[in-house]
């Protein structure tokens, strides 16, 4: 699962670390994130306890097979795509990017209050559609998300060191 800038370069911004190299961690490890995960996902929920279930004949509502081409190019559609648009209007339209600076700090409230929209929009699609998520798998997730961060911190103080 890729860093989140928050965590891969502010923490390590505020605790002196190399900021230069959380920051190429996290725009790689997000990149690379775009173009395997639409391909490590089946295998993951297939050997999930949710794929033994669906085995023993326990569906919910919604349940389908994974296709990783059209995943990854939703991903494309919805990150990458725009990412680029962006970084085209900064960089090629006279004056952008004075105007995003002078409003940095109204763009990232909006940013956070954005991003913090997608978790909910996505627990009410599952809702509607009656899937359950048990405790186990959510403290799996973040157990991961913190080994994973874990990882990357080791990485950076070593470079540091």
């Not at 939703?74 to 952008?96: E, F, H, V, Y």
């Not at 209050?113 to 978790?119: H, Q």
């Not at 874990?150 to 070593?158: K, P």
Request: aromatic fraction near 4%; include cysteine.
């Amino acid at each position: 699962m890729p860093t989140a800038l928050s965590s891969g370069i502010t923490f390590t911004q505020q605790l002196g670390g190399n900021v230069s190299l959380a920051l190429l961690l996290t725009v790689v490890s997000n990149i690379l994130g775009i173009f395997t995960m639409p391909f490590m996902l089946p295998h993951i929920v297939a050997a999930s306890p949710l794929s033994a279930a669906a085995d023993a004949g326990v569906t919910s509502a919604g349940a389908g097979v994974l296709e990783p081409v059209p995943l990854l190019l939703q991903l494309c559609q919805t990150i990458l795509l725009p990412t680029m648009i962006g970084a085209a209007i900064r960089g090629l339209i006279p004056g952008a990017a004075a105007a995003i600076d002078k409003r940095k700090k109204l763009l990232s409230y909006l940013s956070a209050a954005l991003l913090a929209l997608v978790p909910w929009m996505q627990i009410s699609k599952t809702a509607s559609q009656h899937v359950s998520i048990k405790g186990s798998g959510i403290l799996a997730a973040a157990v991961a998300g913190v080994v994973m961060h874990a990882v990357f911190l080791v990485i950076n103080y070593t470079a540091a060191s």
